[in-house]
């Protein structure tokens, strides 16, 4: 069984920054690769940013290139969402994942089998 829990998330104006964090707690000598997913109202869950275990291979929604950046630290079990340049469009329930295929990287949520509580993280304009 795997838990994660997710913090960071607030209110920011446009054009701020936002890190989001997941503390990861997995069985020792676990792998698992990760994933940043977000909700807004009244629309599907969509992908934002995923990452294999090694993090040699990152994969990111067009919507968030070049002003989100994922990380993690398998020592400390935790992985972290950048947020730069944030657009009231970014405002959503962020929630991390974490899916069996730690050598790859996946945009659907299938592929992710734990899930975090989720963490608003509101733009204003």
């Known amino acids: 069984q795997v838990h994660l829990v997710e913090s960071g998330g607030g209110l920011v104006q446009a054009g701020g920054s936002l890190s989001l964090s997941c503390v990861v707690s997995?069985?020792?000598?676990?792998?698992?690769?990760m994933g940043w997913f977000r909700q807004a109202p009244g629309k599907a869950r969509e992908f934002v940013a995923a990452?294999?275990?090694?993090?040699?291979?990152?994969q990111y929604a067009d919507s968030v290139k070049g002003r989100f950046a994922i990380s993690r630290d398998n020592v400390k079990d935790t992985a972290a969402l950048q947020m730069n340049s944030l657009r009231p469009e970014d405002t959503a329930v962020y929630y991390c994942?974490?899916?069996?295929?730690?050598?790859?990287?996946?945009?659907?949520?299938?592929?992710?089998?734990?899930w975090g509580q989720g963490t608003q993280v509101t733009v204003s304009s």
């Open positions: 997995a069985r020792p000598g676990d792998r698992y690769a």
């Open positions: 990452s294999t275990w090694s993090g040699a291979t990152t």
């Open positions: 994942a974490a899916g069996p295929n730690w050598y790859d990287v996946s945009t659907t949520a299938d592929s992710y089998t734990y």
